[in-house]
C-alpha cells in the first residue's frame, strides 16, 4: 500500500465535497493511508482511522479504550488546547469499558430487544400520523427539522422513558448546546449540568413513585445510584432524539436532491428497509468517535502506540470501495448490509431496531403524505451542522403543492 499522503494537521472537518460526501481531505487519507498518523492542534501525534477493515477491526478491539479518564484529553479540530482527564461520569457507559460498560449495559438489553421494539411499532405510526397532520394544516414554506424531524424521535423517546414532552425545550437546547464543537468546556458543561439537574430530579422521582416507562423500570434496580440512572438517562435521551432527527432531515434532503431514488422509494414502498440502512450507510450522522489506545496495537499495518488518541471516521469507512461498490452513489436498492452506521463492537447503538423503526415509519409517512415535497431554498443555502458532533441540517425549508379541496 502506498504511504504518500502527507500527516494532517488537525482533523478535516470541511464538506467541500458536497453536503453528504466526507471531506476531500479525508477520502484521499482512506485511499492512500487508511490508518493516518494526525497531528493534533495541541501538537499530540494521534491517529486518523478511515479504512472499512480498520475501523471495523479496531471498533471490536477493548485495547482501544473508550474511557475518558485514562490519559490528557486531546481534541482534533480547532484550537482546543489538551485538557486533564475528564472523570468517569456514573452510567455514562458510551465512555466505558468492560466490565463497568458491560454492567450497565446488561440493564437495557431487556428493555431494547427487537420483540419489545416491534410492540412499539404501532405506537410510533401513532405518533408520526399525528405529526403529519399537524404538519399538513400549515402553509409552507416550513422548517421540516422543527416540525417533523425533530418531534417525532423526541415524542417517542419522551414516551419510552417517561420523560414529559412538555419539557422538551430544556433537554433540546441543553443537548444541542453540548453538541457544539467549537464551545467553550465551560458553556458545554454548563449545559450538561443543566440536563442532569433536570433528570436526577425526574429518576429520584421515578424511585420514589415509579411508573410504566424505562426509568422507573431502572430505577426499581437498587444496585444502581441515583448518579447511574442520571448518566444512563442522559445517554439515552441525547442519542434517542438528536441522532434519528439528524437522519430523518438529511435523509430527506438527500431523497429531495436524489430525485431517481425519491422516485423509485415512492414506486415501491418494499423498497423502504433497505432504504434505511442505505442513508445510514450513506449519511453516518454519527461519524466521528475517539479511542484510546491502552498498548501498542498493530492495526492496518501500522503501530498506534499507548497513549495515542484514535479518531475514528465512520462516514469515510461506510464510503470505502474496498467495501461498497460505488460507496458516493445514494442507491436505495443497495444492499448495505454491514455498515457502520450504527458502530460495531461492544458500543453498537443500543437502540438501533427503535431508529430504524422511527425511520422506517417517517420517511414512508412523509413521501406518502406530501408526494409533490421539495426544497423551498436552494440547496446550497440549507444550513449544515458543520459545527456540531452529530452531522445534519439545522433547518430544511420545505415547501409543497397542496391537494385541492375536495
Not at 502506498?2 to 478535516?12: E, N, Q, S, V, Y
Not at 412499539?120 to 427539522?145: F, G, H, S
Not at 437522519?247 to 433497505?274: I, K, S, Y
Not at 458500543?347 to 427503535?354: E, R
Request: some cysteine; proline content about 7%; charged content about 25%.
Amino acid at each position: 500500500m502506498t504511504r504518500t499522503a502527507d500527516i494532517p494537521h488537525g482533523l478535516p472537518v470541511e464538506r467541500d465535497a458536497g453536503p453528504f460526501d466526507p471531506p476531500r481531505r479525508i477520502s484521499d487519507l482512506r485511499a492512500t493511508r487508511p490508518v493516518s498518523p494526525l497531528i493534533f492542534p495541541d501538537g499530540h501525534e494521534g491517529w486518523l482511522v478511515t479504512g472499512y477493515d480498520e475501523v471495523r477491526q479496531l471498533l471490536a478491539d477493548t485495547r482501544f479504550s473508550s474511557r475518558q479518564d485514562i490519559g490528557v484529553l486531546h481534541v482534533p479540530y480547532g484550537d482546543v488546547a489538551a485538557t486533564e482527564p475528564s472523570p468517569q461520569v456514573p452510567g455514562l457507559f458510551i465512555a466505558m469499558d468492560p466490565p463497568d460498560h458491560t454492567r450497565l449495559r446488561r440493564k437495557l438489553t431487556g428493555a431494547f430487544t427487537v420483540k419489545r421494539m416491534k410492540q412499539l411499532e404501532e405506537r410510533v405510526a401513532e405518533i408520526v400520523a399525528r405529526q403529519l397532520d399537524e404538519l399538513a394544516t400549515l402553509t409552507p414554506p416550513v422548517d421540516l427539522v422543527e416540525r417533523f424531524a425533530l418531534p417525532v424521535p423526541s415524542l417517542v423517546i419522551c414516551e419510552l422513558l417517561g420523560v414529559p414532552y412538555a419539557d422538551r425545550e430544556t433537554f433540546q437546547v441543553n443537548s444541542a448546546r453540548f453538541l457544539e464543537r467549537d464551545v467553550a468546556i465551560d458553556e458545554k458543561m454548563a449545559a450538561y449540568h443543566a440536563m442532569t439537574a433536570y433528570l436526577a430530579e425526574l429518576v429520584t422521582r421515578k424511585r420514589a413513585d415509579p411508573d410504566e416507562d424505562l426509568l422507573s423500570d431502572l430505577a426499581r434496580h437498587d444496585d444502581l445510584t441515583v448518579e447511574e440512572l442520571t448518566g444512563v438517562a442522559f445517554l439515552l435521551l441525547l442519542a434517542g432524539h438528536e441522532t434519528t432527527a439528524n437522519v430523518l432531515a438529511l435523509g430527506t434532503f438527500a431523497l429531495l436532491e436524489h430525485p431517481g431514488q425519491l422516485a423509485a422509494l415512492r414506486a415501491d414502498a418494499d423498497l423502504l428497509p433497505g432504504a434505511v440502512e442505505e442513508l445510514m450507510r450513506y449519511l453516518s450522522v454519527a461519524d466521528i468517535f475517539y479511542r484510546y489506545a491502552t498498548e501498542d496495537i498493530e492495526l492496518g499495518g501500522e503501530t498506534i502506540g499507548r497513549g495515542c488518541t484514535v479518531v475514528v471516521s465512520l462516514l469515510a469507512a461506510n464510503r470505502d470501495p474496498r467495501r461498497f461498490e460505488d460507496p458516493d452513489a445514494l442507491d436505495v436498492r443497495r444492499a448495505a448490509r454491514g455498515h457502520l452506521g450504527f458502530g460495531h463492537g461492544v458500543h453498537q447503538c443500543l437502540g438501533q431496531q427503535l431508529a430504524r423503526i422511527e425511520l422506517r415509519a417517517g420517511f414512508a409517512g412523509l413521501l406518502r403524505r406530501f408526494p409533490t415535497l421539495r426544497l423551498a431554498v436552494p440547496a446550497d443555502r440549507v444550513r449544515l451542522k458543520s459545527d456540531m458532533n452529530l452531522y445534519g441540517v439545522h433547518e430544511l425549508p420545505v415547501t409543497w403543492t397542496p391537494a385541492a379541496p375536495a
